[in-house]
């Protein structure tokens, strides 16, 4: 399955995603992480997401770039491995950043080289749109960047879900 969970900041979606991937998988799981730790608030929200999955079989790995680079650790085998992926907007921030040129389609490459490796890959996402409000024009290229690869999750997920103060809205497909 190929799920994608979305939401606006605080909106619960990681606490789903986290549930989703143990339902689909209660043994062992790879957690990818794309957040660059930049401040004392990004070390506080990384602690928090490392408690938040403490107990629940994650293995975490540190992807920041390059996702279309990457090859599941062992013991996971192609195929077979259970993946939650978070957070897309930091990976596009991350990729923006290194090289905004093509950075859509490296990260459309890697989300299909990773799917292709995956039983079960579940990404995390963020709605940063639907404020309606102009941010300068750098952001604005981030944020038509992570709604274009956004709208590519959701036509290739088989589960599109939207956390709404905490309550999972299915979009797309069918809770399993």
Known sequence: MFAVITGGSGSGKSDYAERL?????????????TMMVWDREGEERVARHRRMRAGKNFETVEVYTELEQFCLPKPFQ????SVLLECMSNLVCNEFYRQEKGAAERIMDGICQLAGQCRHLIVVTNEVSADG????????????????????????????????????????????
Request: proline share 7%.
């Open 21 to 33: 991937s143990q339902m689909l998988e209660p043994g062992k799981k790879l957690y990818l992480a």
């Open 78 to 81: 192609p195929g077979d491995a």
């Open 133 to 176: 409000r102009y941010y300068g024009e750098e952001t604005e290229r981030y944020r038509r960047l992570l709604g274009r690869i956004n709208c590519f999750l959701g036509s290739r997920a088989d589960l599109v879900v939207e956390a709404v103060y905490g309550i999972p809205v299915v979009r797309k497909g069918r809770l399993p």
